[in-house]
Nanobody, 123 residues
Framework: QVELVESGGGLVQAGGSLRLSCAAS????????MGWFRQAPGKEREFVVA????????YYGNSVKGRFTISRDNAKNTVYLQMNSLKPEDTAVYYC????????????????WGQGTQVTVSS
């Protein structure tokens, strides 16, 4: 059983930056691939980024490539999402997720997910 808690969301102006954190419980955290997805009102859930259990493989959604960076610190049971050059269309609730493979995260299959944190980007 893995519990995930996101933090770091808030209000930021377009062009600004924000760093989200996801703190995980469980002794098997280092065995899980981790990722982020987001959902805005009236829109479908969207894959953002995923990282393999060891951190060596990363996949980014086309809309965030070059702007967002995922990283993890297995010693701290934490995954991070650094978001730069934010745009109003990035506004959404961001969720942290865990699965047993990066492949499953990319297709929207999660074993665990958090409560989400709101990110609002103003123009």
């Amino acid at each position: 059983q893995v519990e995930l808690v996101e933090s770091g969301g808030g209000l930021v102006q377009a062009g600004g930056s924000l760093r989200l954190s996801c703190a995980a419980s469980g002794r098997t955290f280092s065995s899980y691939a981790m990722g982020w997805f987001r959902q805005a009102p009236g829109k479908e859930r969207e894959f953002v980024v995923a990282i393999s259990s060891g951190g060596s493989v990363k996949y980014y959604g086309n809309s965030v490539k070059g702007r967002f960076t995922i990283s993890r610190d297995n010693a701290k049971n934490t995954v991070y999402l650094q978001m730069n050059s934010l745009k109003p269309e990035d506004t959404a609730v961001y969720y942290c997720a865990a699965a047993d493979s990066v492949r499953r995260l990319r297709i929207g299959e999660y074993d665990y997910w958090g409560q989400g944190t709101q990110v609002t980007v103003s123009s």
